[in-house]
C-alpha cells in the first residue's frame, strides 16, 4: 500500500502535460491525505519488524555476523531511507505547501505539489522497490545460523512490546502535530515581519 500508492500518485502527478488552475490545491489536498495513509504504514511496518527482529535475531551482533542478520541490517537502513524521505516531506515540503496555500500563491503551490514533492516521492518509491528486492533474502533465521536458542514469548515480551507500540503511536502523532505546527508558524512567518512606515 505504502510503495504501490506512492508510485501511483507520483506518476498521476506527472501524466497531465499541462496542469490547470487548481491543480496545485487538488494535489496539496492528495499529498496531505496520503501522509496520513503512509503513517500508519509506517506504523505497521515497524511494529512488525520489531516482532520478526525479536523472533529471528538473538543478539545485536547478529545483524553482522550472520547472513540473515546482514540482508535485515540492509532492509533495516532502506526503510530507514523511506522513512527520513517522509520527514522531509512531512516536515519541509507540506509546511511550504500550506504557506502557498494560504497566500493564494498558485504558481508555487503548483511547483511544490507537482514537480518537488514527487521528486521526493520517487526517491522513496526506490527505496522501497530495494527493499522489496531484499525481503526473498530473508529466509531461515539469525537465530538458527548463530546456534542460538529459538524466541520464547512470554507475558514480559508482550508488555514490552505493547509500551514500544504504544511509543511509536505517540511519535506518530507528535509527527503529525508537528508538521501543523510547523505549516501554522511558515504561514504566520510573512505577518510577522513589520510594515515600514515613512518617516516625517
Same mark, same amino acid.
Given at each position: 500500500?505504502?510503495?504501490?500508492g506512492l508510485a501511483l500518485l507520483a506518476a498521476l502527478s506527472a501524466s497531465r502535460g499541462r496542469p490547470g488552475e487548481n491543480a496545485g490545491a487538488l494535489w496539496a489536498d492528495i499529498w496531505r491525505?496520503?501522509s496520513l495513509v503512509a503513517l500508519v504504514c509506517v506504523g505497521a511496518v515497524f511494529t512488525s519488524g520489531l516482532w520478526m527482529s525479536w523472533k529471528h535475531v538473538g543478539a545485536v551482533s547478529q545483524?553482522?555476523?550472520? /547472513?540473515? &542478520?546482514?540482508?535485515? *541490517?540492509?532492509?533495516?537502513?532502506?526503510?530507514?531511507?523511506?522513512? /527520513?524521505?517522509? &520527514?522531509?516531506? $512531512?516536515?519541509?515540503?507540506?509546511?511550504?505547501?500550506?504557506? @502557498?496555500?494560504?497566500? %493564494? %500563491?498558485?504558481?508555487?503551490?503548483? $511547483?511544490?505539489?507537482?514537480?518537488?514533492?514527487?521528486?521526493?516521492?520517487?526517491?522513496?518509491?526506490? *527505496?522501497?522497490?530495494?527493499?522489496?528486492?531484499?525481503?526473498?533474502?530473508? &529466509?531461515? #533465521?539469525?537465530?538458527?545460523?548463530?546456534?542460538?536458542?529459538?524466541?520464547?514469548? !512470554?507475558? !514480559?515480551?508482550? +508488555?514490552?512490546? @505493547?509500551?514500544?507500540?504504544? /511509543?511509536?503511536?505517540? #511519535? *506518530?502523532?507528535? =509527527?503529525?502535530? =508537528?508538521? %501543523? +505546527?510547523?505549516?501554522?508558524? =511558515?504561514?504566520?512567518?510573512?505577518?510577522?515581519?513589520?510594515?515600514?512606515?515613512? #518617516?516625517?
Amino acid at each position: 500500500m505504502w510503495i504501490g500508492g506512492l508510485a501511483l500518485l507520483a506518476a498521476l502527478s506527472a501524466s497531465r502535460g499541462r496542469p490547470g488552475e487548481n491543480a496545485g490545491a487538488l494535489w496539496a489536498d492528495i499529498w496531505r491525505r496520503f501522509s496520513l495513509v503512509a503513517l500508519v504504514c509506517v506504523g505497521a511496518v515497524f511494529t512488525s519488524g520489531l516482532w520478526m527482529s525479536w523472533k529471528h535475531v538473538g543478539a545485536v551482533s547478529q545483524l553482522w555476523t550472520t /547472513t540473515y &542478520g546482514l540482508f535485515l *541490517l540492509v532492509k533495516i537502513l532502506l526503510v530507514l531511507g523511506m522513512v /527520513t524521505a517522509g &520527514g522531509v516531506n $512531512q516536515f519541509w515540503l507540506m509546511p511550504r505547501i500550506v504557506r @502557498a496555500r494560504r497566500e %493564494d %500563491d498558485r504558481s508555487s503551490l503548483a $511547483q511544490l505539489t507537482l514537480r518537488h514533492f514527487p521528486k521526493v516521492v520517487w526517491g522513496e518509491v526506490a *527505496l522501497g522497490v530495494a527493499v522489496l528486492a531484499v525481503v526473498p533474502f530473508l &529466509g531461515g #533465521s539469525a537465530r538458527t545460523e548463530a546456534g542460538s536458542e529459538a524466541a520464547v514469548s !512470554s507475558g !514480559s515480551v508482550f +508488555a514490552l512490546g @505493547a509500551v514500544l507500540v504504544l /511509543t511509536l503511536v505517540a #511519535s *506518530l502523532y507528535m =509527527t503529525v502535530r =508537528t508538521s %501543523d +505546527a510547523l505549516a501554522r508558524r =511558515t504561514a504566520a512567518a510573512p505577518a510577522a515581519i513589520p510594515t515600514p512606515t515613512p #518617516s516625517g
